[in-house]
């Protein structure tokens, strides 16, 4: 894995990945579509990672939008096994069961140099081992409705970075150490449909996993993508309206997984802290990639809001911070 990147090394990572709720505006209607000036829109959605991906493509051949569809949906099936640490048999569920891995995997082993990479770059804002906090909460509020006893945080944080490279493979360290890959797994997955569809001849395509939005190009000659970042308020409707033009967007919201009525306790653990964040309800970052993207929401999340915000001006990347004060957090051109 790598060791500390700076911001050029950083960026560099950023662009050469091959590789929230956040809203599509775009044709409700799944099917075809015309879109005007010699161009067919084809859109699906379909159960993929535990949540609804959605994938738009537009072309001048219906018949060849169709093909870059489900090309897509069958590069993203295929790599959903690798990350899921709840799918028994898979290298993840293998680790965290086992406490070692042999050998990784090309695709687990990119995801996790870019996990590794963010992790120190965000001085652990962004940490994968965060799996046992995550476990105990959700395993807490199940059984009891309250959070967990402070005996048991204090064991999780124990826990926390308990794992390390082993030849070709991984370690478990540290007892009741585990991985989990969601911060990141499915912006990178989104990632990959849009190569599967490039790699057909089509320019012009969304995908929106989960609130991981991946873009390829432009909806048309004219106009850029456009999705809306959810109001926390009421996730149904729009904050802020965003055009994508190729690029990427992904928001971590208090609102998305919560196990209490205020929303106090969530899916979002601060590493250090062995807790949610208290401060922000939403961060949405835009990044070239959605695996950064998805990763980086997770990671100012984490982060007290100035600091997100200086970390993102930083590394050239925008994003949007809500607070629960109802302090708004806007970089320049993050909604244009």
């Not at 086992?98 to 590794?116: I, K, M, S, Y």
């Not at 922000?280 to 809001?305: E, G, H, K, N």
Request: charged share 20%; hydrophobic share 40%.
């Amino acid at each position: 894995m790598p060791q500390k990147i700076d911001r050029r090394a950083f960026l560099r990572l950023a662009g050469s990945l091959g590789l929230a709720s956040t809203l599509p505006l775009v044709s409700p209607a799944l099917g075809r579509a015309s879109l005007g000036q010699g161009l067919k829109v084809v859109q699906e959605s379909r159960m993929l990672m535990g949540t609804v991906v959605a994938v738009t493509v537009v072309d001048e051949s219906s018949d060849r939008a169709v093909m870059a569809l489900e090309q897509a949906f069958e590069r993203m099936s295929g790599l959903t096994p690798i990350f899921d640490r709840h799918r028994p048999g898979g290298p993840v569920a293998q680790l965290n069961a086992e406490g070692h891995l042999g050998r990784l995997t090309p695709e687990l082993a990119r995801v996790l140099n870019l996990a590794q990479s963010v992790h120190q770059d965000t001085n652990g804002a962004f940490d994968i081992t965060v799996a046992p906090l995550v476990d105990i909460y959700r395993q807490s509020f199940a059984d009891s409705g309250r959070p967990p006893a402070p005996t048991l945080v204090s064991q999780a944080l124990k826990a926390i970075g308990g794992v390390k490279a082993e030849g070709q493979g991984l370690l478990l360290t540290a007892e009741g150490a585990g991985v989990t890959l969601d911060g990141l797994a499915k912006g990178w997955i989104a990632d990959q449909g849009i190569a599967a569809i490039r790699e057909t001849g089509v320019s012009r395509a969304l995908i929106n996993a989960g609130g991981d939005i991946a873009s390829l190009g432009q909806r048309d000659e004219r106009q850029p993508w456009r999705v809306a970042v959810s109001d926390p308020a009421d996730p149904l409707k729009a904050k802020v309206i965003v055009p994508l033009r190729g690029d990427a967007i992904a928001t971590s919201g208090n609102y998305e997984v919560y196990f209490d009525q205020e929303r106090l306790y969530f899916h979002i653990i601060d590493p250090k802290a062995g807790r949610s964040p208290r401060t922000d309800v939403s961060v949405s970052v835009r990044a070239p990639q959605a695996a950064l993207a998805d990763a980086l929401s997770t990671a100012c999340f984490v982060m007290a809001p100035p600091q997100a915000q200086a970390y993102l001006q930083r590394r050239g990347l925008k994003g949007l911070i809500l607070t629960r004060q109802g302090q708004r957090l806007e970089s320049p051109g993050f909604s244009a």
